[in-house]
């Protein structure tokens, strides 16, 4: 049993219930959760980072719209935006205009970049009759400035959540909110800790479905979910391979193909961290339940975050740290930048990144992909005479 309360399946049949929800565009787990009782409302955001734990206090589902990937056929996105751009803004918009989102209460485009900026005025003009917000974090970290700030940001999205449901957000149902997304974080990181740990017995295909399972479900239902694959997989003897242990980074925003992650480990690479889908970890520690709920969640953005790419850092000295703090965390061997084609915050902070990387004598990659990417082999190779490099170094 689990704290699901349910038998625990083996994970096969888990992993099929995460791939099923990976492939439905038309998010029919979201909208069975909308019609199940009057009322309910459903808040989408692109990758990052949202205060979900606001949405999930105004009785709202925070859907993660991450794209089409590709499995999706571009055909009106393409008129709206430019060629020589990321991918995942023309694909939302095919989301959008093809009546995917049709069921969706609202869109929240978290603060990463220019396209994702355009894309929030553009979906206002598009889609009037859905509520639409940038939202916007404190590039300055300092309590009185940036936390001023992003206090007043946290306090207008409660504000206007609770307009949008008919009633405000009391303290006491943020605090449950909380609690809920500080138990949901927990269990992310023992899956992260269990894969760095003994990757072979939870592959990162597999962990990354479990994780985006939680894009679309309900946050207790995937906290189960998490639960159930761990302990399946806890359960299973797995063989062991000689792959060398990598970070993956700069997929932070628009997502990779499956098969792109596949392909790293069939070519002998265990990916034993990432910066996938940060908004399921983007905040490091419990925030506390005690106190103002806004005030909490404004401290821990400022002094309690994740240090990535997709993140302002303003000491520079410590740009680029948290790769090195995560290679040595996890036993890694190397690093790999894939990177989207046409990302800016990505590709802007690598020269550095690498830098970094090559100061601490860590073996590193590099190479781009869009999500609707295709041809896996020449990636494949690429990581595969990385990992053999890696072996050959380690020897000598």
Known sequence: MTMSGTKVSGTKAIIERCQSLFDDLHFTA???????????????YMPIYVPREIIHAADMLPLGVLGGGDQLEVIHGDAYYQSYICR????????????????????????????????????????????????????????????????????????????????????????????????NRKMVGELYDFRAKTPWQAPAAEAYLVLRAG??????????????????????????????????????????PLNLIKSLELAGCYVVDDDLLLVTRWLTEDVPTDGDPIQNLADAFLHHSESTAA??????????????????????????????S?????????????????????????????????????????????????KLWSAA
């Open 30 to 44: 979201a909208r069975e959760w909308k019609t199940a009782k009057s009322g309910r409302k459903v808040i989408g």
């Open 88 to 183: 995942i803004p023309r694909s939302t918009i095919e989301l959008g205009v093809s009546g995917r989102l049709d069921f969706v209460d609202g869109m929240m485009f978290p603060s990463i970049c220019d396209v994702i900026r355009n894309l929030s005025g553009m979906w206002k003009m598009m889609f009037p009759d859905v509520y639409v917000r940038y939202f916007d974090v404190p590039q300055n970290y300092a309590d009185d400035i940036g936390g001023s700030y992003y206090v007043g940001e946290l306090a207008e999205l409660r504000d206007d959540l609770g307009k949008l449901r008919g009633s405000p957000i009391t303290d006491d149902e943020l605090r449950n909110s909380i609690e809920v997304y500080n138990e």
């Open 215 to 256: 894009m679309v479900l309900p946050v207790e239902e995937h906290t189960a979910l998490i639960a159930d694959y761990l302990a399946a997989a806890k359960a299973e003897k797995r063989p062991m391979r000689d792959n060398c242990r990598i970070v993956l980074t700069s997929v932070f925003c628009e997502q990779p």
């Open 311 to 340: 993140k302002y850092e303003p000491n520079q000295a410590e740009k680029g740290q948290y790769l090195v703090r995560a290679v040595k965390r996890t036993g890694a061997e190397g690093v790999i930048f894939a990177a989207p």
């Open 342 to 390: 046409f990302c800016d915050p990505a590709l802007l902070d690598r020269p550095m990144l690498q830098n970094v990387l090559s100061e601490a004598n860590i073996p590193y990659i590099a190479f781009k992909y869009a999500e609707n990417s295709g041809q896996m082999q020449p990636i494949r190779e690429q990581a595969g005479t990385f990992a053999d490099s890696i």
